[in-house]
């Protein structure tokens, strides 16, 4: 007999079962794309592109560097000058009222598209950024 694994060393007999109540509670939380398009896309445009001398770009920014700086423009918002990929921006941001799942869940979105090469923000994270 042939067999393949994970690497977990859980039995599958030992799991239980997920139930239809947590499929349905699973699928109804809002992904990173969804919060983005909800909380972030007015001004950040639907692409990450920004707009010129007001907001800046998510899409490619250099910005997105410092995660835990990002985290925190998140969590608690910004007012005041920044320079992103090269430009000045003068604006304030508000903090955005996301659970720790919700700020992981959009960050993780922005770091994984709009031309963005980084990886998933994890909960811990931003725990360990908001702690702060």
Known sequence: MFAVSCGSSESTTDKQPFS???????ASKPGGEDIYKRACAQCHMAGGDGLPNVYPPLAG???LANREKTILQ???GSSGEMV????????TM???QLNDEEVAA????VYT???NTGTAVTI???KAARAK
């Open 124 to 126: 811990d994270e931003v």
């Open 113 to 115: 598209n709009m031309g």
């Open 74 to 76: 998140v969590i608690k």
């Open 84 to 91: 992103v990929n090269g430009k000045t921006y003068n604006n």
């Open 20 to 26: 239809t109540d947590d499929v349905k509670a699973e």
């Open 106 to 109: 959009v960050l993780s979105y």
């Open 61 to 63: 920014s250099d910005y």
């Open 94 to 96: 508000p903090p955005q």
